[in-house]
């Protein structure tokens, strides 16, 4: 028994130097202006949640069409119980954009966490990407779309 347990602990501790992600490790945060109703998004809740997946070109790519799916960012927002007129992503790298609640309301914007079935690492611009149906919908292939579609989301702010 004791002996299972270490080997657990070893499995368990090369899987994170390998850089998996692990079901509960947290993959970004949300909350209101000054921390409240903050949630943390682990893989094993998006797991259990409504997880959407379309066809997008990921902008700052190769101009390919990949398959995302991760959730609504509306359905995070509201499982958080969060409302506001703007959702703040901010990123590992330090880039920070203010998206319009309406963006979230009119399109099927995700939080993606895979793309082509992959779940993103940091190095392929995860945990996190904010990402706009722009295949189904060619009128969102647009800068300003693009601008808003923020790779290594690490904390989602309701305004
Ligand atoms: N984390 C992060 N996301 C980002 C950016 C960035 O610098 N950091 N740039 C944004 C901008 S301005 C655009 S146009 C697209 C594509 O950026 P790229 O052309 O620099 O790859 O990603 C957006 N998402
Ligand atoms: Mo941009």
């Known amino acids: 028994m004791k002996r299972?347990?270490?080997l657990l602990a070893v499995a368990v501790f090369?899987?994170?130097?390998?850089?998996?992600v692990l079901a509960d490790d947290v993959l970004f945060r949300i909350h209101g202006k000054d921390g409240s109703h903050a949630l943390d998004v682990t893989a094993s809740m998006l797991g259990e949640m409504d997880n959407h997946r379309f066809k997008a070109v990921l902008p700052g790519?190769?101009?390919?069409?990949?398959?995302?799916s991760g959730p609504l960012v509306r359905d995070l927002l509201k499982a958080a119980g969060l409302e506001g007129s703007k959702v703040v992503a901010k990123a590992l790298d330090g880039y920070e954009m203010d998206i319009p609640m309406s963006d979230m309301t009119d399109f099927d914007v995700i939080a993606a966490t895979?793309?082509?079935?992959?779940?993103?690492?940091?190095?392929?611009?995860?945990?996190?990407?904010?990402?706009y149906p722009n295949v189904d919908r060619a009128d969102l292939k647009d800068a300003l779309y693009e601008a808003r579609s923020v790779w290594q989301v690490k904390e989602l702010i309701v305004e």
């Open 61 to 68: 790519g190769t101009g390919t069409v990949q398959e995302v």
């Open 14 to 20: 090369a899987i994170h130097s390998a850089g998996a």
């Open 4 to 6: 299972a347990f270490a």
């Open 114 to 131: 895979r793309v082509d079935g992959k779940p993103l690492s940091v190095r392929d611009r995860g945990p996190a990407w904010i990402v």
